[in-house]
């Protein structure tokens, strides 16, 4: 199974702040890879796929980039409602898996 | 709007079987453009995928069925079409399936034969494994 690393696991960040989360493959996913938006006791929110496609939705301060093993989503700006843990997830194949998640905090 | 609701109880024993249901409402689980999961989150954890379904009015084709193989021997994901379900059954329970459990809808190019991302979530139901 491919597996998926995230860092950092934690960010202190402030409002306003540009932020960066590197997600990595255990090996190549082409770009077949999404980002969640997870707050405490909430299902996740679908950011983006395709590692750099916006859903709709989405505010464009947020964006992907990457492919192959390395990947990563930017806030632009960082936002009070943008405090939350973020997931990758591939999805090279039928095997899905996440990443341990990103923390993001003040 | 697609909406998507957990249900089932939030405490099984040990050894014994956990059921639950997604009920889908706002659009048809009889889809061929869309498949099914179920998503698990332990406490204080990271996101585990269970498994995907796609209704194909054939269930037994495995072909429309994916698990995540670490947990295959215990898994079986089906449908209710009558009530617009999704069913997860998993068997012989330890307290580290205590989690909680998400359905979701998962994108599908049926011309190219390829899942993607979650796109609609339910809230999750939470559950503690206890004799």
């Known amino acids: 199974d491919i597996q998926m690393t995230q860092s950092p696991s934690t960010l202190s960040a402030s409002v306003g702040d540009r932020v960066t989360i590197t997600c990595r493959a255990s090996?190549?996913?082409?770009?077949?890879l999404a980002w969640y938006q997870q707050k405490p006791g909430k299902a996740p929110k679908l950011l983006i796929s395709?590692?750099?496609s916006l859903e709709s939705g989405v505010p464009s301060r947020f964006s992907g980039s990457g492919s192959g093993t390395e990947f990563t989503l930017t806030i632009s700006g960082l936002q009070p409602d943008d405090f939350a843990t973020y997931y990758c997830?591939?999805?090279?194949?039928?095997?899905?898996?996440f990443g341990p998640g990103t923390k993001v905090d003040i | 709007q697609l909406q998507l609701q957990e249900s089932g109880p939030g405490l099984v024993k040990p050894s014994e079987t956990l059921s639950l249901t997604c009920t889908v409402s706002?659009?048809?689980?009889?889809?061929?453009?869309?498949?099914w999961g179920w998503i698990r989150q332990p406490p204080g954890k990271g996101l585990e995928w269970i498994g995907s379904?796609?209704?194909?009015?054939?269930?037994?084709?495995?072909?429309?069925?994916y698990y995540n193989p670490s947990l295959k021997s215990r898994v079986t994901i089906s449908v209710d079409t009558s009530k617009n379900q999704l069913v997860l059954r998993l068997t012989s329970v330890t307290a580290a399936d205590a989690a909680g459990y998400f359905c979701?809808?998962?994108?599908?190019?049926?011309?190219?034969?390829?899942?993607?991302?979650?796109?609609?979530w339910g809230q999750g139901t939470r559950v503690t494994v206890s004799s």
């Open positions: 979701a809808r998962q994108k599908y190019n049926y011309r190219l034969g390829e899942l993607s991302s979650f796109d609609y």
């Open positions: 706002g659009g048809s689980i009889r889809t061929s453009s869309y498949y």
């Open positions: 379904l796609l209704y194909s009015g054939r269930l037994h084709n495995s072909g429309n069925i």
């Open positions: 090996q190549s996913i082409n770009s077949w």
């Open positions: 395709q590692a750099s």
């Open positions: 997830q591939q999805y090279n194949g039928f095997v899905f898996t």
